[in-house]
């Protein structure tokens, strides 16, 4: 057999000679920092436990041990070894270790909306407890399509996610949920009950909250009052709208107008307002669906010639941000919606360590949050009421 030999071929203007090396070839085993995660054509390679143990000068098992956390590593010598993963660039190969374990360490969240104040807050409360834990969340967003929510969720557990939290839809059906596989992987559902759904569930307590603030209005002296905001056949209208209308019976008053809106900017308050106070004849306070509402109310009163906490009372649901900085100050209730993704988060995990436990509600009670809107004097400091109630109240789930 002949073997071919072919001359070098130079790359154009190319004249200088290629050295060689003298003396004994490197010892691969042994690689140093600046080769370390690349290979001998330039291209990153991932460095591995090898390299790792071969720069802190320990054994690949104590390097094992570190990435584990395993209490047996003296503290020393576990900081030898994070310093190497770091002057390396050391990436965990989560992949790998998820096909040993058969857990992805990820939890899928599908949020119903993802633009508002409140579904920002419960997104952060969420990640702040999965972040603690090792975990990481897939985020997705339905836009109130329950058929868009039902690829979402069948995409999640495609991506082999360890549990899902969902805030679902308009005209979710428990059935749906079901079709995409939901009872076969741990579900919290969150912010939104569905009714017929055996699963875990955590959110605001909507009815109390707005009982507290109408409560607290009619205490002010006021017999007509009105709702504004809610279209969306969804749990968090249906509460709200029963708390409003539990405390005007309680007192025996009939309800004044419910102008139902969009509830999602100050927009869809201002435009629900400007059609009230059109018609004449306007309530002397207005329950809002949520704070964002009611920034809307109050610029439509002002531009009416109104003005918000001396001729008519509003009041919001939420405390976002904005409403202690609002003039006038926004007198409101608190649904805590990042305590609600804490408390969502902590049960999901908990459901998956045991998912055997029987379904778990987390109720989340309300504050009431007195500021000058509902009539309160001017530049005084808000008072809250309903504190000192515990952050959560748990409780079986209600039989389907």
Known sequence: MSIA?????????????????????????????????HTGSGAPARV????????????????????????????????RVDAAMVEL?????????????????????????????????????IDEVL????????????????TRQRRLL????????????????????????TEAHCTSVPCVVAQRRIEG?????????????????TEHLIALGHTHIGFIGGLRRISPLAERLTGFRRALRRHKLKSGPVVPCPVLDRAD???????????????????????VVAFGVMLALTEHGLAPGRDVAVVGCDDV????????????????????????????????????????????PPRLVIRQSCGAAFGAPARTAGAGKPPARRAAARPA
């Open 154 to 177: 069948v995409r999640m557990q495609e991506h082999g996610v360890d549990g899902i939290v969902l805030v679902p839809a308009e005209h979710t059906r428990p059935d749906a949920l």
């Open 321 to 364: 941000a904005e409403a202690g900085l609002h003039r006038p100050a926004l007198t409101t209730f608190t649904t805590d919606p990042r305590v609600v993704g804490r408390e969502a988060a902590r049960l999901l995990l908990r459901r998956i360590e045991s998912p055997q436990l029987p379904p778990e509600q987390i109720i989340i």
């Open 48 to 79: 591995t436990l090898n390299d790792i143990a071969a720069h802190a000068g320990v054994s690949r098992a104590t390097v094992s041990l570190v990435l584990r956390k395993s209490p047996l590593v003296a503290d020393d010598t576990r900081a």
């Open 269 to 291: 308050g201002y435009a629900a307002a400007r059609s009230l106070l059109a018609a004449g004849d306007h309530p002397t306070a207005l329950v809002c669906y949520n704070d």
């Open 197 to 213: 759904f055996p699963t875990d569930y955590v959110g605001p307590d909507y009815a109390a909250g707005m009982e507290m603030v």
């Open 131 to 146: 972040d603690g834990e090792g975990y990481a969340a897939f985020i997705t967003n339905s836009e109130e399509d329950a």
């Open 5 to 37: 030999c072919f001359p070098a071929i130079k790359a154009p203007g190319e004249n200088a000679k290629v050295k060689t090396r003298k003396g004994p070839a490197p010892d691969a085993s042994r690689p140093s920092a600046a080769g370390a995660g």
């Open 89 to 125: 660039g050391y990436i965990y190969n989560r992949r790998a270790a998820n096909l040993r374990s058969g857990a992805s360490r990820t939890i899928g969240l599908v949020l119903c909306e993802i633009i508002t104040p409140n579904y920002a807050q419960f997104t952060s409360g």
